[in-house]
């Protein structure tokens, strides 16, 4: 199954930590990439590959891999951390993109 | 600093079609995959087609498959998205997402604010 699943909501207290998690077969064969997105505005790119961050993503974001469960973790979450966010990866043809549900992000 | 600028969005009626176009700068386009992705009103991300820096090789949703053509002139560092026999559950904001590579759709590093398409009678 090409499929990533996500938890719908997570919320944490400020300046704690979370994971946010994502699963799917297919990330068995390939690395899942995180995106945020804030209410109104385009998805960002904050994560790829095993842990990678593209510039000017703050070092409180990491990324984890094992199985085919990938994870994006925020070391002390910040009230701008508040966001939707998805997963995404290659689906099983190589072909195509698939996105995984989304999880909300709620920062207390 | 790259710049994805999509125009084309509007209101449709069910069985029409429209063009929707994503003008790029600040990267060499003819050097990346490009791909279109749709968020419905309220719902998430939808990977809908993708398209090889050639422009030799494109790669389809089955939900739009037939439907829509994905096409790219690397001459006026142009992006297009045609889409035709629109159904009301098209109704999306339509992305244009730059690909670090060259063939199909790989990972997506850049995305432009995007273009609403309403689907309504």
């Known amino acids: 199954s090409s499929e990533l699943t996500q938890d719908p909501a997570v919320s944490v207290a400020l300046g704690q930590t979370v994971r946010i998690t994502c699963q799917g077969d297919?990330?068995?064969?390939?690395?899942a990439s995180w995106y945020q997105q804030k209410p109104g505005q385009a998805p960002e790119l904050v994560m790829f590959?095993?842990?990678n961050r593209p510039s000017g993503i703050p070092d409180r974001f990491s990324g984890s891999s094992s199985g085919n469960t990938a994870s994006l973790t925020i070391t002390g979450a910040q009230a701008e951390d508040e966001a939707d966010y998805y997963c995404?990866?290659?689906?099983?043809?190589?072909?195509?993109?698939?996105f995984g549900g989304g999880t909300k992000l709620t920062v207390l | 600093e790259v710049q994805l600028v999509e125009s084309g969005g509007g209101l449709v009626q069910p069985g029409g079609s429209l063009r929707l176009s994503c003008a790029a700068s600040?990267?060499?386009?003819?050097?990346?995959?490009m791909n279109w992705v749709r968020q419905a009103p309220g719902k998430g991300l939808e990977w809908v087609s993708g398209?090889?820096?050639?422009?030799?090789?494109?790669y389809y949703a089955d939900s739009v498959k037939g439907r829509f053509t994905i096409s790219r002139d690397n001459s006026k560092n142009t992006l297009y998205l045609q889409m035709n026999s629109l159904r009301a559950e098209d109704t999306a904001i339509y992305y244009c997402?730059?690909?670090?590579?060259?063939?199909?759709?790989?990972?997506?590093?850049?995305w432009g604010q995007g273009t609403l398409v309403t689907v309504s009678s």
């Open positions: 600040g990267f060499t386009f003819s050097s990346n995959a």
């Open positions: 398209i090889s820096n050639s422009g030799g090789s494109r």
């Open positions: 997402a730059k690909d670090v590579g060259t063939g199909g759709p790989g990972r997506i590093d850049s």
């Open positions: 995404n990866s290659r689906d099983s043809s190589g072909n195509r993109l698939v």
């Open positions: 297919i990330l068995g064969s390939y690395y």
């Open positions: 590959g095993m842990n």
